[in-house]
Every structure is written in structure tokens, then in C-alpha cells.
């Protein structure tokens, strides 16, 4: 397996995505410059099995330097005749690829896990569909977060402390997110996650995945119960762009060569932060500052758009996409 060469990352994904279109596809990016290589690869989403095709290439005969915007003009056409099919184009342009080591940085909440932690300790409190309310408010931007969060956790006071375990034991971790974290594992690259949930949920998942690092909120605990309070920092938008910071600067890696993956408004600040800033599966307020879009549920994908060899690839030549 080898990364993609040098180019403009193009991605096109879609359950029903057809030969034909791609090597049209392929053969007019062909037309308009030059394909250095062109690869598929399937991969398998709650919803069903998805196929991606993935090009390193240059476009010379655009207004924008590297055809960036032409490139996404033909996919988005691309994509228009394989509606009303949910399909996912991403252009990651040359300049913006981030060369040497990468580091990894991850919400968890509706990210790296497919629950909200908070949302299932407050069903223990009886107050699961208006806990489930704000946290949607607050991942679209529409509250403050630390408001927010300190109201959520105040439905939790007097909960038995064995609620985190049961509640631990219930997470799920996103499909592709351990093919996401091995991509970096096996080059020796960091990978961190970072969260507005919770310390006593996230320290076992890290360590299941062998994650470098991560930092979340502390729910407090006396004599056995939920406070219905936080302890010490809170990592609210702010602390997760400086911790995206300071790990970079940890590793001495160049924030050009970080990659952040988030889902809400509240992951805004450090996806803009990033070299290369993800939404996945996200809501519009951070989707509109993200570099990629993921809209499959697999983070395998993400790897794939950055042109990272993975373990789902299947190489085809040029213009020979299946």
C-alpha cells in the first residue's frame, strides 16, 4: 500500500456508484490536465456497503491555480446524476496536502462514538428527551455550550456513580474509526481525542484504542453519586483549539500537518485550527468551515480523502475504474 502521489486529492462516494460515470469522470479530469492516479475502494456503513473513487490530480486549464473549483464544478455534476443517491465529493487541493508526519485530532460525541454520553445518563434520570433537545441546540450553534453543558449535567445530580460504567459498557465506537486510528498507528503518528463529554467515559475508550492522548470534562462525584456539577477545567470550543495547539507543538508537528474531525458547532474552532479541518456526518454550522465533508458514516473515509493508503484500497489503473 502507498499513499497517492503528488496532486489535488478528488473523492467521489456512493452506494450505487457506477463504472461508467467514473471513467467519464476520469477521462475528462484527463481532458482538462493531467490524472496521476485513480483507485476505488468499498466500504461497509450501517446503511450498506458504499464505493469511493479517489484521484491524485492537476487541472491546467482553470482559472484557479490548481483547477481546485473546476474539480469540484465536475463532481458536484457527478454527483447531480447520481441523485437522489447520498453521495459524498470532496477536493483536497495540492498546497493544503500536509506532507510528513500528521497528527490526529477527534470530538467523540456523534464522532469517534455513535452515542451523546449526556444523552444517555440523563435516560438513568428520567430526562433523556429534554437533555436530547439541548445538546442538538447546542451542536447547531444555536446556545452557548458551557451554559448548556452545566444544565445538562445539573439532570444528572443523584445518580448512583454506577451509571458510568453501564453507561461506558453501552458505546459503540463510529464504523471506520478503528481503520481511521491504525492508518496512523502503524506510520507511528499521534492521535488524540479531545471532548466536551466526559473524562469517566472517554479514559477507557482511549485506552481500548490506544489513543496518544485526550482531554473531556470531569463529572464530579461524592460519596457515590453525581454532584449534578463539573470538576475543574472545562473543555469547551475554546480549550479544544488549545489543546490542538499545544499537542501539536508537543510532537512538533506543523498545524499544517494536523487533521480535526468533528461533528458540531462546538468543534468549530479547532476544524478551522487544523491544516486539514473535517466535518463528519456534521451539522451545517460546521460543515460551512470544514476543508472536507464526510456524509457516510465511516471514517475510514477520511483517510481515503486525504489520499492516505488504506486497508480498503483496491488500485485500478487510470481511467480503468470499475
Known sequence: MTDLPSGTI?????????GPLTRSLTAEFDRRGRVHHTESAEFTTPSGTIRAVRWSL?????????????ISSLLDDAAAQLAPAHVTTTVLPARQRPTGEMLLIMDVDSTLIDQEVID????????????????????????????????????????????????SAALTATTGATDLISTWQRRGWPVYAVSGGFRQLLEPLAEQLG??????????????????????????PHTKRQRLLEWSKHHATPVQNVVAVGDGANDADMVKEAGVGVAFCAKPALAEHADLVITHRHMGLIAYAIGLATEATKPTPPGRVE
Do not use: K, P
Open 120 to 167: 444517555l445518563l440523563a435516560g438513568f434520570a428520567g430526562a433523556a428527551e429534554e437533555v436530547a433537545e439541548v445538546t442538538e441546540r447546542a451542536m447547531r450553534g444555536e446556545l452557548d455550550f458551557t451554559q448548556s453543558l452545566h444544565a445538562r449535567v445539573a439532570t444528572l445530580a443523584g445518580l448512583d456513580d454506577t451509571v458510568l460504567h453501564e453507561t
Open 211 to 236: 489513543l496518544t492522548g485526550f482531554d473531556a470534562n470531569t463529572l464530579q462525584v461524592r460519596d457515590g453519586r453525581l454532584t449534578g456539577r463539573t470538576a475543574g477545567h472545562i473543555v469547551d
Open 10 to 18: 478528488a473523492m467521489l462516494a456512493a452506494e450505487d456508484l457506477d
Open 58 to 70: 492537476e487541472l491546467g486549464d482553470s482559472d484557479d491555480t490548481f483547477g481546485t473549483q473546476l
